[in-house]
């Protein structure tokens, strides 16, 4: 795992959008797993730059995201769809056909998750996988307790989950409970994971998952096993850690 440590939230968004942009360059067409939150934001606010001024062009990019709350329709402003398309698609060159996010309104809750496994094996698996990372060590709506192997699938949120998402949403109760996400085993199926993290709030979670023992308690712990992961963390994040922290030429 190569650990890079940024200075702030922005640096960490600048450098993560390098490393897909680079992958973007050379490869021209990919597939991007995305993820949603505080976290990416300056990412995608790195890669719209790229787009508009350095003519950084995603016509054959293919997008996944990670999950989306059931119950909220693509246009609700607290979905998913709806912070991908304002905070990035709405500001690239991406096909629409090329991109997916969860459907939170599925007419079958079992095939939905079955169809976008599918649709990431057709497209030719994930080449990036950005992931961020819950305080309670949540991937995507992977919360504690999951299986470390699972696919996309409908699950429901934890109270501790629920209590951040309520920051959103004004109240804990406006929060859906049920969710669709890809599962531990589809992340692990990508073939680069990017991990971000930012906040001293996040260095307990970011010890556990890098150091502590691979466990279905702590779902981000999956990174340990997987071939290639870069981890961009700020200081802040990072203070905990006792592993080397590397510098990442190109980046
Ligand atoms: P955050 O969320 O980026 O808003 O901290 C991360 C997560 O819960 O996965």
Request: proline content about 5%.
């Amino acid at each position: 795992m190569l650990i890079n440590v940024a200075p702030d939230i922005e640096t960490m968004g600048i450098r993560a959008a390098r490393v897909i942009a680079n992958e973007i360059r050379n490869k021209g067409r990919i597939v991007l797993g995305l993820a949603t939150g505080r976290t990416p934001l300056p990412m995608y606010k790195e890669l719209i730059r790229l787009h508009k001024e350095e003519g950084l062009s995603f016509s054959h990019v293919t997008t996944f995201n990670l999950d989306e709350y059931i119950g909220l329709a693509a246009d609700d402003p607290h979905s998913y769809h709806h912070y991908m398309f304002s905070n990035f698609f709405n500001h690239i060159n991406i096909p629409r056909k090329n991109i997916h996010v969860p459907d939170g309104m599925p007419a079958d809750k079992e095939a939905v998750g079955i169809e976008y496994e599918e649709a990431i094996v057709k497209a030719g698996r994930i080449d990036i996988q950005v992931l961020g990372i819950g305080r309670n060590g949540h991937v995507g709506f992977n919360e504690p307790g999951s299986s470390l192997g699972s696919l996309t699938r409908t699950k429901y949120l934890s109270e501790a989950t629920r209590r951040e998402a309520a920051k959103e949403f004004g109240s804990p109760e406006k929060v859906p409970k049920e969710v669709i996400t890809m599962g531990c085993g589809s992340i692990l199926n990508s073939r680069h994971i990017i991990i971000l993290a930012s906040g001293v709030e996040k260095a307990d979670v970011i010890k556990a998952a890098f150091e502590g023992p691979i466990t279905t308690m702590c779902p981000a712990s999956i990174i340990q096993l997987h071939r290639n992961v870069t981890a961009i963390i700020t200081a802040d994040a990072a203070a905990q850690l006792t592993l080397p922290v590397e510098d990442i030429m190109g980046i």
